[in-house]
Each structure stands twice: as C-alpha cells, then as structure tokens.
C-alpha cells in the first residue's frame, strides 16, 4: 500500500519541515526548499503543515498509485497528468488504485511539491523525515527516490472529485519576471566595499548551475573585500549569503551545513525564500536591502495568511466529512 | 543589555558574539551557556549551535507577539547575568589512528614540508591533547584546537573527491576527523577505525563539544581486528 515510482525525474526526495535540536552535532536541516508551497500542500489535504511530502525537482517523475489515496501538488507547474488526463495544482485530487500520475519538465520554478492525505509512513530519523543527500539520512533510505521504489502511506481513503481548489495567486511568485529578493545586512557587512555593496544591491545576478540543495551559486558583478581577512567558522542559516575569495556569492540553502566560515554579506528575509527557491539557473533578479523589522513583520503577515488558509481548508473537509 | 553581543542572524536565529580571540576559556563559556538554556529552554527555544567565539540561538517567533529579536535578547540577557562560571565537565577521548601509508596518503607529503621524518610526525600528532571546541562541516566532525604547529602544512592544491570516512587529516594548523566519506582538502595522515557517528544513538555522535581528545598509533593489524571486532 504505498506510491510507486515508475519514472524518476530528475531529483525527488522526502522532506518535511527540518529536521531541528541536531544542528550542533553537525547534522544539515535539510526539509523543504520551498517551505511555503510544501505547507500549502498539506494544508489543502487538512494533514498537519509539517507532514513529509515528495520534492520533486526539475523534471518530476512518474508514480502509480497502489491504493486509493487524496493527493495534492503545489508549487512548480510540472504539466501533471493523471491517466493522461491533465489536472491542476493547489486542490485535493482522487486517485484510486493503480491510477498513474506523469509529471514533466518544470515550465516555471524548479521545486514542484506531491502530499498523500494522511501522510507518508516512513520512519523519524532525529526527529524529521527529512532525507538528507550528504550525510545520506532520513527520508527514504537517506536516498533520492528511483524506480521501483515503494513509498508506503498511512491512510487509503476513497472519494470522489473535488471542486474546489487554492487561489493560484498564491504560487504566482513562481513564474514572476520581475524578481527581487529583499536581505538584511550580514555579520561582515562591513568587510565589503562601498562599491561592492552598491554593486550587490543594483547589478542583476543569476543563479549557475553548480547550484544544488545545499547552496545556490550565484554569478554577476564581482563582492570584494575592504581587506582580505580569515573569519572564524560560525552559525549559518536557510538564506546566508556568503561570499568567499572569487567574490561570487554563494546562498546558503536547505541542506546547508549548520556552520560556514565565508564572510557573510547578507541574509535573504523569511518571506522571500520560497520565492528564491524556485528561481532557475540564468534567470536575473536583483537584491533589495530590507529591515529586521520589516522581515519580522513580513513574516508574521505571512504566518496569519497560512493560519487563514488553514482555517478555510479544514472547513472543506469538515463539509466533506458530513456529506460522505 | 548589551546589544552589540547580539546579531540578528535571520528573523529566527540570534548570534551572540564573546569576542573576538578564541580560546579554551571562552569555549567553556559558550557551552555552559548552550547546557544552561537546554536544561532550561524559554518557551520558543528551538536549538543552539556553537562556534569558536559565537553561539548562535534558534526560536520560534509565533512565540512572540512582536519584535522577537528584542524579546530573545532579553531572555538571553537574563541567562548571561546568572550563568554560573564554567562548569563544564570535559571528558578524555581516546582515538585509535592507524598511520600506516595505505590511509594516510599525505604523511610523507607533510613530512617532507615541514623537514621532519614520518616518524616524527606521527609523535608529534599523538603527543598533544586536543580540545573539541565544536561540531559542524558534516555530521560529527570535530573542530579541534592543540594542534603542534611544527606538523602544519598547506591544503591540497587540489582537493580529494572522496576521502574515506575515519581519515584523520590536516590543514593549515588544524587536524580533524572525518566521520563520513566526503570531498574534501585536507591532508590526510592516518585513519581511525572508531565510528564518529553512532546514529541510533542519543547524542548520535561520539565526540561533543567541549571533550578533549587524544590520538593513538596502532598497527595496520590492529586496524583492521578493531573493524571487524
């Protein structure tokens, strides 16, 4: 009783919000790139927002379902199908046993995000199910998903379609042109030149294709140093943007090492993560200088709207439960 | 309060800074700091992960109605002023290296630069006593001080795509442990047998900040009856 994997896709991995309290004995956090579209994945199901999920990256794969399930898809738009019927992302779908989901190519964003209602039933390692690719943990068998692989659920459920869906705007960041990603000033912010910083703020930079899970590399108009000066490895974070000796930034991502000794020149904002997340190799965007305090009230914005969606979801599922 | 010893790494992360000069002392401070508010978490606490001279403070904001950097530095305030002085307990470890030429692919390479015989190196490795003074890179690596700076030697020009896990390296004044096969720089002088990662375990690493360490020469022999014991 589970999800097979038919086709592989490029990168697909189970992850869930991070795994936290293991940080200090070296261990990544991994768990989602984009941790907004993931919750809204299970928020559209009623599971708990920090249920494990498949992340499925650049090319999605193909998946037969051996039960009767409620799935949902969020984030990038990976031309779903199911039974080569084309369904959409951001609402609860019905599958029943032995229906095939195809996934393609992302059109926009990299990170697309599959929920099973009632959650996948695979085991904590540390607390999260998190895979984590380099230490090789968590997740399924601390490996990206191949075929063949069965992931077993914890609830079948049967139903019938469903009519109602999230707004799509919620996800409109994804497919954006017009692309800022706002940071507070870093640690050694002030070991950069005047020059570089402004440089850093209005020349447009792009993501290389060296980029991964544990960090974007960036290329545009080179970070220089005041002084070359050895920093003292320390705490990283989702979002550090680090800059070492070539002057080319590097972002700290979800399976980051939890310390770093690159000099930092900035932090992007909570709220733009999911947004920087989904931004594809040789696509532009700039920098914008933000405030603690506008990232702190930013971010509680965006918590309420998550706490709304919520309440409006599991509203859906109690009408549903009463009219089954 | 005393802001400038706090930086707002992100909207849920506060690093606190103890200067700027590492020593044994200041990490003793960090770690007693670290136990402190583990054994007695403020409501949000999430974790803490210390460096050299910093420790950085994970939260929760929902926790807080507004302004939570200003909140938990008030809570951290609270910590610092009653912290008792160091009253951390450091345990001995003894680590097993094998120096043998067949794991340690560089000795004869740091040897050479620094005039000394591989003999010589192997003593001068085995005979400090290192001080863990944090954990990070990858699950269980050790970040150690000591180290003879007579044995120092340069990084690899070219970095290894894979050293085995157990490989005991060097790097500029530093040694370290690899827990887990990884890419890696460093020059690699020997291999330990001994697991640094003990995953079904609680805490899953073997060494933690805070121990000491000492290296121990054995023989190829013993090697390879310490794996298969």
Same mark, same amino acid.
């Given at each position: ?324 | ?28 401070? !960090? ?10 978490? %403020? +409501? *949000? /606490?999430?974790?803490?992960? $210390? ?70 190196? !192997? ?10 003074? %944090? +954990? *990070? /890179?990858?699950?269980?690596? $050790? ?82 009856? %310490?794996?298969?014991?």
């Amino acid at each position: 009783m589970g999800i097979r994997i038919i086709e592989e896709g490029l990168l697909t991995t189970v992850q869930d919000l991070g795994r936290f309290g293991y940080q200090s004995s070296g261990f990544s956090v991994s768990g989602a790139m984009d941790s907004w579209a993931m919750q809204l994945a299970n928020i559209i199901l009623d599971n708990d927002k920090g249920e494990a999920v498949l992340e499925m990256s650049f090319i999605g794969p193909s998946i037969t379902f051996e039960a009767d399930m409620i799935i949902s898809l969020t984030g990038a738009d990976m031309s779903p199908k199911i039974n080569e019927k084309v369904v959409k992302n951001g609402k609860p779908l019905s599958v029943k046993n032995g229906d095939t989901l195809t996934l393609r190519t992302a059109k926009s964003g990299i990170h697309c995000y599959l929920a099973i209602k009632g959650g996948l039933d695979l085991p904590n390692f540390l607390n999260s199910k998190s895979t984590s690719l380099r230490a090789q943990v968590g997740g399924f068998h601390g490996r990206k998903l191949v075929v063949g692989d069965i992931i077993p659920i914890l609830t079948p459920i049967q139903a019938a379609s469903f009519n109602w869906s999230l707004s799509p705007f919620l996800f409109d960041y994804i497919s954006s042109n017009d692309l800022t990603i706002r940071f507070l000033e870093g640690r050694q912010y002030d070991w950069f030149t005047n020059q570089s910083k402004q440089h850093f703020e209005t020349e447009a930079y792009q993501t290389t294709t060296q980029s991964d899970r544990m960090g974007y590399r960036l290329k545009g108009m080179p970070i220089h140093f005041i002084h070359s000066k050895e920093l003292l490895t320390e705490a990283t974070t989702f979002g550090t943007i680090q800059v070492p000796a070539s002057g080319q930034p590097i972002i700290l991502m979800a399976d980051r090492q939890p310390t770093g000794g690159y000099p930092k020149i900035g932090q992007v904002i909570n709220v733009d993560l999911a947004t920087l997340s989904q931004v594809r190799p040789s696509q532009s965007f700039t920098f914008l200088k933000s405030t603690l305090k506008e990232a702190q009230t930013l971010m509680n914005t965006r918590q309420q709207q998550l706490s709304s969606l919520q309440t409006f979801c599991t509203l859906k599922w109690k009408e549903w439960d009463r009219c089954k | 309060m005393n802001r400038q010893h706090y930086h707002a790494l992100s909207e849920n992360a506060i690093m606190i800074d103890f200067g700027k000069q590492l020593s044994i002392e200041k990490n003793a401070r !960090i770690l007693t700091l670290a136990e402190q508010i583990a054994n007695n978490p %403020f +409501l *949000g /606490f999430v974790e803490s992960v $210390p460096s050299y001279t910093t420790l950085t403070v994970y939260y929760n904001p929902i926790n807080f109605h507004q302004d939570s950097f200003k909140q938990v530095c008030l809570l951290l305030d609270t910590y610092l002023t009653e912290m008792e002085e160091n009253n951390y307990q450091s345990r001995i470890v003894t680590i097993p290296v094998c120096y043998d030429e067949s794991f340690g692919f560089d000795l004869e390479e740091v040897a050479s630069h620094n005039n000394l015989s591989t003999e010589q190196v !192997i003593n001068l490795h085995q005979t400090n006593e290192y001080h863990v003074f %944090f +954990l *990070g /890179f990858t699950p269980g690596f $050790p970040f150690l001080g000591g180290m003879d700076a007579r044995i120092a030697a340069p990084r690899k020009k070219i970095p290894r795509t894979n050293i085995p896990a157990g490989s005991v390296g060097i790097a500029g004044q530093q040694t370290g442990i690899y827990p887990i096969a990884s890419p890696g720089g460093w020059q690699i002088i020997g291999r330990t047998p001994m697991s640094l990662l003990q995953i079904k375990q609680q805490p899953p690493t073997m060494l933690k900040p805070g121990d000491k360490i000492k290296f121990q020469s054995i023989s190829k022999q013993a090697f390879l009856n %310490f794996t298969s014991s």
